[in-house]
């Protein structure tokens, strides 16, 4: 099942898997230094046609202060901020409650409406577009970030609660038992027990969330429609002119886009580790 390690005196052959390793890494990072050299070309540099070469000026500064003053980028920054925290919040909520109740208080019909959550997650998006584009009309919700948090809500919770439903049935039932005896009730239960084992199942969920909404196109276009709604996906887009584009700018942008998952990643590791690590140590 597992490929087999390569030995030590097999010289040539761990030569061979180290130039594969490094020739697929590069190809796979050839995109990314494409766009952070492009990203400090200056505007005469494109104007010349040097997209693929060293600059030979640069404009860092000036195309990364462009993205906020030449363009509305600071409008969809806000715009998917307004939509990306509350949909992780919300869905972290429901997941974490429904979670529970499915995994430790089975009731008739609940594995029936755990198939439910676990169905949805096989559904193309592509085809909901109509029926989720009709509803958030007749809801009153279409070209408002309120769209948007609505839907991520209600895609990402089906993941989610098959994620939490299956990290808190693997919790001990000794803990539940002596929680119960103690008299306490579902409520206290889950706040005193349950959410604090499960922080590193949550912190890798809002790190999964975080990063599945904050970089979602599709959901961006079909339900929005004026740059006042817009998150930062949909927005890059419209940076493209009709026959002239800056891609000096749009590298920057597309940069700045990528630091809040990233940075998400970073601010949340330190809370993954220390859940993971939570008790391993006596004392």
Same mark, same amino acid.
């Given at each position: 099942m597992y490929p087999r390690p390569i030995p030590q005196t097999a010289v040539g052959l761990r030569r061979a898997y180290m130039v594969l390793v490094i020739a697929i890494l590069v190809l796979w990072l050839a995109p990314l230094f494409a766009i952070l050299l492009t990203s400090a070309r200056s505007t005469s540099d494109i104007a010349a046609g040097n997209l693929w070469g060293w600059p030979t000026q640069f404009g860092l500064i000036d195309n990364y202060v462009g993205v906020f003053t030449q363009t509305p980028m600071a409008r969809f920054f806000a715009n998917s901020l307004l939509i990306t925290v509350p949909a992780v919040v919300f869905v972290l909520a429901l997941s974490t409650l429904a979670g529970f109740v499915l995994s430790k208080y089975p009731f008739r019909g609940s594995m029936l409406v755990f198939a439910i959550f676990i169905g949805? =997650?096989? /559904?193309? #998006?592509?085809?909901?577009?109509? &029926?989720? !584009?009709?509803?958030?009309?007749? /809801?009153?919700? @279409?070209?408002?970030?309120? #769209?948007?948090?609505?839907?991520? *809500? #209600?895609?990402? *919770?089906?993941?989610?609660?098959?994620?939490? !439903?299956?990290?808190?049935a693997a919790l001990p039932k000794e803990l539940f038992e002596a929680a119960r005896a103690e008299g306490?009730? &579902?409520?206290?239960?889950?706040?005193?027990?349950?959410? &604090?084992?499960?922080?590193?199942?949550?912190?890798?969920?809002?790190?999964?969330?975080?990063?599945?909404?904050? =970089?979602? @196109?599709? $959901?961006?276009?079909?339900?929005? /429609?004026?740059?006042?709604?817009?998150?930062?996906?949909?927005? /890059?887009? =419209?940076? !493209?002119?009709? @026959?002239?584009?800056? $891609?000096?700018?749009?590298?920057?942008?597309?940069?700045?886009? #990528?630091?809040? &998952?990233?940075?998400?990643?970073?601010?949340?590791?330190?809370?993954f580790i220390a859940g993971l690590t939570m008790g391993a140590v006596k004392g």
């Open positions: 949805g =997650n096989f /559904l193309p #998006a592509q085809i909901m577009m109509i &029926p989720v !584009r009709d509803l958030m009309v007749r /809801l009153g919700l @279409y070209d408002t970030t309120w #769209a948007l948090i609505v839907f991520h *809500t #209600a895609f990402q *919770t089906g993941f989610a609660t098959l994620f939490m !439903r299956n990290f808190i306490a009730s &579902p409520t206290q239960i889950l706040i005193h027990v349950v959410l &604090p084992l499960v922080r590193p199942a949550l912190a890798a969920l809002a790190i999964l969330l975080f990063t599945f909404i904050w =970089n979602d @196109y599709f $959901w961006a276009v079909v339900l929005t /429609l004026s740059d006042t709604v817009k998150p930062v996906t949909a927005g /890059l887009a =419209n940076l !493209r002119g009709q @026959y002239v584009s800056a $891609w000096n700018v749009i590298s920057a942008a597309t940069v700045i886009v #990528a630091v809040p &998952p990233v940075a998400m990643f970073f601010l949340m590791q330190r809370h």
